[in-house]
Nanobody, 124 residues
Framework: QLTLMESGGGSVQAGGSLTLSCVAS????????LGWFRQAPGKEREAVAAIYMRGGNKYYADSVKGRFTISRDNAKRTVLLQMNNLQPADTAMYYC?????????????????WGQGTQVTISS
């Protein structure tokens, strides 16, 4: 079974940067789309960004466009999320997710694997 491991979370001041990492356990991740989701206390889990591991197509939520950049290194089975100009509204638990098939990149449905999550906290 494909498993995901996130890292890179932490606490920074508004305007700061963090880079999150998601490492997949198996080479077959090349057939998946990996996406980042986040969930703040009392709120629904929402999509942040996604990337097709095979073709590199990228998708972003409107709230993070121009600030976040998603990339992948297929040799390392790794996806990075570079987050710049972070704001308090970005504070959440961030999860990496894998989907084998296409469809809606931003949907939490039909997720084949979830990471354990990494906390991002932004202070004003």
């Amino acid at each position: 079974q494909l498993t995901l491991m996130e890292s890179g979370g932490g606490s920074v001041q508004a305007g700061g940067s963090l880079t999150l990492s998601c490492v997949a356990s198996e080479d077959r991740v090349i057939f998946y789309r990996l996406g980042w989701f986040r969930q703040a206390p009392g709120k629904e889990r929402e999509a942040v960004a996604a990337i097709y591991m095979r073709g590199g197509n990228k998708y972003y939520a409107d709230s993070v466009k121009g600030r976040f950049t998603i990339s992948r290194d297929n040799a390392k089975r790794t996806v990075l999320l570079q987050m710049n100009n972070l704001q308090p509204a970005d504070t959440a638990m961030y999860y990496c997710a894998a989907k084998y098939a296409g469809g809606d990149w931003s949907s939490t449905s039909d997720v084949d694997a979830w990471g354990q999550g990494t906390q991002v906290t932004i202070s004003s």
